[in-house]
């Protein structure tokens, strides 16, 4: 499922991993991180790890999903997923925000608190999504990240240098 390739970055000369999912997404991570497959409900899930002493775990799933024939069309579907992605009715969710990228593909963004097996964590949550042709018709393809952090280290300026670059790599990342 992932295709890890290590070249040097056409930004600024700085190097990192090239990854591809599920032939729906590619994007770039900063050098160093380990990446590895977790299985969740019977679905491969990508796991990103940044290197030591760094904390987190990236993690994505991708999707493509066929637009029901009452929903508007490809375009109306991917707003909708995006819509739905950010929690509007979950307390939990804060900082949303759902936007257009020039070449069309959508971006949906939140930041949520929770509690996993008793432990306070912030996990950001990003979806990249884009019409792109199938088969016989358009399909909505997407690809959905959520960075999870241990709450203690929230708000930490090594923390908010790393969420940058994830923030980056993610906003850039190209739908397939």
Do not use: K
Not at 24 to 41: I, K, Q, S
């Amino acid at each position: 499922m992932a295709d890890e390739t290590y070249s040097a970055s056409g930004q600024g000369n700085r190097q990192g991993s090239d990854i591809g999912w599920s032939d729906t997404v590619r994007f770039r991570l900063p050098a160093g991180w380990a990446v590895d497959v977790e299985e969740h409900e019977g679905q491969p899930v990508g796991t990103f790890r940044p290197p030591p002493p760094a904390g987190g775990v990236l993690r994505l799933v991708t999707d493509r999903v066929v637009p029901r024939p009452e929903s508007g069309g490809t375009a109306a579907t991917l707003q909708e997923m995006a819509l739905r992605f950010v929690r509007p009715q979950d307390p939990r969710a804060g900082d949303r925000t759902v936007e257009s990228r020039a070449d069309g593909a959508v971006i949906a963004q939140a930041m949520m608190r929770t509690e996993e097996e008793g432990r306070a964590e912030t996990h950001y949550l990003w979806l990249v999504g884009a019409e792109r042709p199938d088969t016989a018709e358009s399909v909505a393809a997407v690809a959905m990240f959520s960075f999870a952090l241990p709450d203690l280290m929230d708000g930490d300026e090594s923390c908010a240098e790393m969420l940058g670059r994830i923030d980056d790599a993610i906003r850039n990342a190209e739908i397939l």
